[in-house]
């Protein structure tokens, strides 16, 4: 299977992408394929909505790093997501990226992708997850895209919170996992 991981975080070594890291271990072990795009390090305009392309008719107007994002998200064959809660739903970074979906959506929905989604958050209460459940549970049945599995891990400032936790063997199963039906 070929994975693309996209992270969201602008702390390379911080708690969503450890997430990641657990991820990919599990992902490698089974055999799948593994591409990576870092949200916060690539040059990604966002969207202004002028539909130029009329969701994937025409080129975006923008030739930054999604024109080789395109390719990528297109021969996926699952998308993996990790990022830092912010402000209860995915960061700006990765938020920017996935609004440029829109230039290639009629390329990309429908397509039999599976998908995965990774978050920390660093208040300790649960329920502080339920706007990024939700926004996720909606964004994939626009897509089309099959959930293969979700981590929502509350309560965490630091990698060292999930070092040895049941949430960082949820993450390293998920990846060994994903080819399964
Ligand atoms: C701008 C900003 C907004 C945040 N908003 C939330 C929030 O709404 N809920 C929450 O639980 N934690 C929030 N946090 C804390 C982070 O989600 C948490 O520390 C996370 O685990 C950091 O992940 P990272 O190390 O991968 O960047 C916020 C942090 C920042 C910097």
């Given at each position: 299977?070929?994975?693309?991981?996209?992270?969201?975080?602008?702390?390379?070594?911080?708690?969503?992408?450890?997430?990641?890291?657990?991820?990919?271990?599990?992902?490698?072990?089974a055999g799948?394929?593994?591409?990576?795009?870092?949200?916060?390090?690539?040059?990604?305009?966002?969207?202004?909505?002028?539909?130029?392309?009329?969701?994937?008719?025409?080129?975006?107007?923008?030739?930054?790093?999604?024109?080789?994002?395109?390719?990528?998200?297109?021969?996926?064959?699952?998308?993996?997501?990790?990022?830092?809660?912010?402000?209860?739903?995915?960061?700006?970074?990765?938020?920017?990226?996935?609004?440029?979906?829109?230039?290639?959506?009629?390329?990309?929905?429908?397509?039999?992708?599976?998908?995965?989604?990774?978050?920390?958050?660093?208040?300790?209460?649960?329920?502080?997850?339920?706007?990024?459940?939700?926004?996720?549970?909606?964004?994939?049945?626009?897509?089309?895209?099959?959930?293969?599995?979700?981590?929502?891990?509350?309560?965490c400032?630091?990698?060292?919170?999930?070092?040895?936790?049941?949430?960082?063997r949820?993450?390293?199963?998920?990846?060994?996992?994903?080819?399964?039906?």
């Amino acid at each position: 299977m070929n994975i693309l991981e996209i992270t969201g975080s602008p702390h390379k070594h911080g708690c969503s992408n450890y997430l990641m890291e657990q991820f990919t271990a599990g992902a490698k072990k089974a055999g799948h394929e593994i591409t990576r795009v870092d949200a916060a390090f690539v040059n990604v305009h966002p969207c202004i909505g002028c539909d130029h392309c009329e969701s994937g008719l025409h080129p975006c107007i923008y030739k930054d790093d999604m024109v080789e994002i395109y390719e990528k998200l297109k021969a996926a064959d699952a998308v993996v997501y990790s990022t830092p809660l912010y402000y209860h739903a995915p960061s700006a970074q990765l938020m920017a990226l996935i609004d440029r979906y829109h230039g290639i959506d009629n390329l990309i929905r429908n397509t039999g992708k599976r998908s995965v989604l990774l978050v920390t958050g660093g208040n300790p209460d649960p329920t502080f997850m339920d706007g990024i459940k939700q926004w996720y549970a909606t964004t994939l049945r626009y897509l089309g895209w099959e959930k293969a599995g979700e981590l929502y891990v509350h309560g965490c400032t630091t990698p060292e919170n999930l070092e040895n936790t049941e949430s960082a063997r949820k993450a390293y199963e998920l990846g060994l996992t994903i080819g399964e039906k």
